[in-house]
C-alpha cells in the first residue's frame, strides 16, 4: 500500500492512509458514514472521501450498495464498507 498508492495519486499525508485502512478495518461490514469515518483523523471529510475512492480502486476497499428484493420495503439506503481482503480485517 505504502509503495503502490503513492504512484497513483498524489497523496499529501502517508500517514493517514495506513490508520484509515486500521479505521475502516474496525467499521467493515457496517453502515458507510464518511462523517464517522473521517472523525479521528485531522483532515477534511473530503479528503478522506478521496481516499476511501483510492483505496476502492487498488481494491482494499468496496462499497456494498444496498440491496431488496423490493424497492419499496428498502429501508437502509446506505452503502456498506467492506475490506476486499478479509485476512486484513
Known amino acids: ?7 497513483i495519486a498524489r497523496i499529501r499525508s502517508l500517514d ?3 490508520r484509515l485502512m486500521r479505521h475502516a478495518a474496525v467499521q467493515t461490514a457496517t453502515l458507510f ?6 472523525a479521528p483523523f485531522q483532515v477534511s471529510r473530503t479528503t478522506v472521501r478521496d481516499y476511501v475512492t483510492l483505496l476502492e480502486r487498488v481494491f482494499l476497499l ?3 450498495p444496498p440491496w431488496h ?3 419499496l420495503k428498502r429501508l437502509i ?6 475490506l476486499g481482503d478479509t485476512g486484513l480485517a
Open 77 to 82: 439506503k446506505t452503502p456498506k464498507l467492506h
Open 1 to 7: 500500500m505504502e509503495r503502490d498508492v503513492p504512484e
Open 33 to 38: 458514514n464518511l462523517s464517522e469515518l473521517a
Open 69 to 71: 428484493s423490493n424497492r
Open 62 to 64: 468496496e462499497q456494498l
Open 16 to 18: 493517514v492512509l495506513p
